[in-house]
């Protein structure tokens, strides 16, 4: 059984003939085994995941921000 997947360190690519980018991952399962894998994505799914990555990344800045001040009071 799966328990989670991150991405790896390497680049993206797009394959503009299949019209999909590949994002390599590593698949982390349960028992310790690990497994790398390439997530397919079609572009409109590139373009919300970038979305969501922005998000996430405002909701980050926001939260640190907010700790430095409360730190500061």
């Known amino acids: 059984m799966i328990s989670h997947i ?3 360190q390497r680049d ?3 394959d503009h003939r ?3 980018a590949g994002l390599p991952v590593t ?3 349960r028992d310790g085994r ?3 894998t390439i997530l397919v ?3 409109g799914q590139v373009e919300v995941f970038a979305i969501q990555l922005e ?6 800045k926001a ?8 730190i500061g009071m």
């Open 6 to 8: 991150t991405p790896d």
């Open 12 to 14: 993206i690519t797009y």
């Open 18 to 20: 299949a019209g999909q």
């Open 27 to 29: 698949v982390h399962y």
């Open 34 to 36: 690990t497994e790398s």
């Open 41 to 43: 994505m079609v572009p």
């Open 55 to 60: 998000q996430a990344i405002a909701k980050r």
């Open 63 to 70: 939260a640190r921000e907010a700790a430095v001040g409360w």
